[in-house]
């Protein structure tokens, strides 16, 4: 079924095309739903206090009851992890979630605006949703990755970024909790990563040397 | 709308069909041509709307601004479509739960009412506010002003009648505020819709008023705004405070959003916090 198999195996030695674009890159996008929170938790566990990128993390959760992970992540992690708030100004330093029960926009501007618009399929916040808009105001410089989850959400969005030869990629299938999500991205777009769950941990890790690199080479 | 439209984002799912320049002219026209001034609002979320409304209609941006300049009736749509009119009632029930812990009480104490519902869109929030009222024996001497840019939903919102499916979670949001007893004292079920009680439509008043270019029209003892500032951007914002600011009566209430708050402006030391995570203020100064 998967055709594509781009995987990545020594990422210390990123593909060149790919290399390229974590260069340019000024944003990470994140994505998932069920079965993906433990994964997003050690990722953002696990990137250092100067990550070179703002990251926003799109999760779908319910309202209910109210969760705390990034509260519980902010006081574990180096980097600062928040709720996105409306009109907040993006920055790098920052792990933003989006707020339950509410889209996350990006202004071109640079700032968040929430929104209280109609559920995407079900869906508020919707992956596809801030997916689209952050890749409206960055237009290539997106990276965006998708992890496991129960439903189609993010497809579109991962499409949409690759549309406008931004990065993406999923988590491998096989190794997600829940494939749907993988899955119906890779059925939409020719996602340029397939990564197992070490090797997501090591594309993150290379995105801190590759920028922090070309930052110090300048200085 | 509060029923829930779940339109799919087809052919602009995956691609790009407005930047953000054009929408800044479509902006731009349509307040030459109509008046209506859209340059506050956020372009982000404009740009979702845009994008939806050529969608549904299969339009390509000259078309649109064609129909906008030729078609009132279309006119009418664009505005409804590019709004976000999305509601409930007794969303966030925390919310409504300090209203009528830490306010009602307050609120109790002045003679007469008057109660502000800006941007009410399809009424949902006003008679939240009208049934908060009632359970606390005050809805007699209160009067609720519900505003809104768009007629449409304000004829829903005067009409009072929702889908009944809609109830099973309105009422869910009820019981979660606090309240005694059941929403379904408040309206009566008639096939599938609910219509809200006539007892508590008496005491009200819905009308267009727009946040942008309207002024001060009464004084209030309590006005509630939410989810209308978060489609603005900061100026304009504050430009609405300040609004409201001159449209209270002293110690009268203002009700936010629960993800917009007064931020640091010179007109947030008027104002006392009742409660932080709400964003209920009161006017002190
Ligand atoms: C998301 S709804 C909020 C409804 C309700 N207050 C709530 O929180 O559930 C936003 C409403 O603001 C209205 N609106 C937008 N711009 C406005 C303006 N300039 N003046 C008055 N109302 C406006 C829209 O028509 C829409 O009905």
């Known amino acids: 079924m998967i055709k594509r198999k781009i995987f990545i195996k020594k990422l210390n030695n990123l593909n060149k095309d790919i290399e390229k674009r974590v260069r340019e890159a000024k944003v990470l996008l994140l994505g998932c739903s069920a079965g993906g929170f433990g994964l997003v938790y050690d990722l953002v566990l696990g990137l250092p206090e100067d990550f070179p990128l703002p990251v926003i993390v799109i999760i779908h959760r319910s309202k209910k009851y109210r969760s705390s992970m990034e509260e519980l992540l902010d006081s574990k992690s180096r980097i600062s992890v928040k709720l996105a708030e409306d009109k907040e100004q993006i920055k790098k330093g920052f792990v933003y979630f989006a707020p339950p029960d509410y889209h996350l926009l990006l202004e071109p501007e640079g700032f968040f605006t929430l929104d209280t618009s109609e559920p995407v399929m079900y869906c508020r916040p919707s992956i596809d949703v801030t997916f689209q808009s952050v890749a409206d105001v960055y237009q290539e410089n997106v990276i965006a990755l998708l992890f496991s989850g129960a439903n189609a959400d993010g497809a579109d969005g991962l499409a949409y970024i690759q549309a406008k030869k931004g990065l993406v990629g999923v988590q491998n299938p096989e190794a997600a909790e829940v494939r749907t999500m993988p899955d119906a991205a890779i059925g939409r777009c020719q996602v340029d990563m397939i990564l197992s769950n070490s090797e997501i941990f090591s594309f993150i890790g290379s995105i801190a040397t590759v920028l922090n690199s070309v930052k110090d080479g300048k200085d | 709308m509060a029923e829930l439209r779940n339109r799919n984002?087809?052919?602009?799912?995956?691609?790009?069909?407005?930047?953000?320049?054009?929408?800044?002219?479509?902006?731009?026209?349509?307040?030459?041509?109509?008046?209506?001034?859209?340059?506050?609002?956020?372009?982000?979320?404009?740009?979702?709307?845009?994008?939806?409304?050529?969608?549904?209609?299969?339009?390509?941006?000259?078309?649109?601004?064609?129909?906008?300049?030729?078609?009132?009736?279309?006119?009418?749509?664009?505005?409804?479509?590019?709004?976000?009119?999305?509601?409930?009632?007794?969303?966030?029930?925390?919310?409504?739960?300090?209203?009528?812990?830490?306010?009602?009480?307050?609120?109790?104490?002045?003679?007469?009412?008057?109660?502000?519902?800006?941007?009410?869109?399809?009424?949902?929030?006003?008679?939240?506010?009208?049934?908060?009222?009632?359970?606390?024996?005050?809805?007699?001497?209160?009067?609720?002003?519900?505003?809104?840019?768009?007629?449409?939903?304000?004829?829903?919102?005067?009409?009072?009648?929702?889908?009944?499916?809609?109830?099973?979670?309105?009422?869910?949001?009820?019981?979660?505020?606090?309240?005694?007893?059941?929403?379904?004292?408040?309206?009566?079920?008639?096939?599938?819709?609910?219509?809200?009680?006539?007892?508590?439509?008496?005491?009200?008043?819905?009308?267009?008023?727009?946040?942008?270019?309207?002024?001060?029209?009464?004084?209030?003892?309590?006005?509630?705004?939410?989810?209308?500032?978060?489609?603005?951007?900061?100026?304009?914002?504050?430009?609405?405070?300040?609004?409201?600011?001159?449209?209270?009566?002293?110690?009268?209430?203002?009700?936010?959003g629960s993800k917009e708050s007064l931020r640091d402006s010179e007109l947030s030391r008027r104002f006392k916090v009742i409660d932080k995570a709400e964003n209920i203020y009161q006017k002190i100064e």
């Open chain 2, 9 to 256: 984002f087809l052919s602009s799912a995956t691609a790009d069909t407005v930047t953000f320049e054009q929408i800044d002219e479509l902006v731009e026209w349509v307040k030459r041509i109509h008046g209506f001034d859209f340059s506050g609002y956020s372009r982000a979320s404009l740009k979702r709307r845009v994008t939806r409304i050529m969608d549904l209609h299969n339009l390509t941006l000259f078309d649109l601004k064609s129909l906008l300049v030729n078609d009132y009736a279309f006119f009418e749509e664009f505005i409804i479509e590019i709004t976000v009119n999305v509601t409930e009632m007794f969303r966030d029930p925390g919310f409504y739960r300090a209203v009528r812990e830490k306010v009602l009480p307050y609120l109790a104490s002045f003679q007469r009412i008057k109660v502000w519902n800006a941007g009410c869109s399809t009424g949902q929030e006003l008679y939240s506010f009208a049934i908060l009222l009632a359970k606390e024996n005050l809805y007699k001497r209160s009067f609720l002003y519900g505003t809104d840019i768009n007629t449409r939903v304000l004829d829903l919102a005067k009409k009072g009648i929702y889908d009944l499916k809609l109830m099973k979670h309105y009422s869910e949001n009820y019981l979660e505020s606090g309240a005694s007893g059941s929403l379904s004292d408040f309206y009566t079920a008639q096939y599938d819709a609910a219509s809200i009680n006539h007892s508590l439509k008496k005491n009200t008043l819905f009308s267009v008023h727009n946040l942008v270019s309207d002024g001060v029209f009464n004084e209030f003892q309590l006005i509630s705004c939410r989810n209308v500032l978060i489609y603005f951007n900061v100026e304009l914002q504050q430009k609405v405070i300040s609004l409201f600011y001159n449209s209270l009566c002293p110690f009268g209430f203002l009700c936010l």
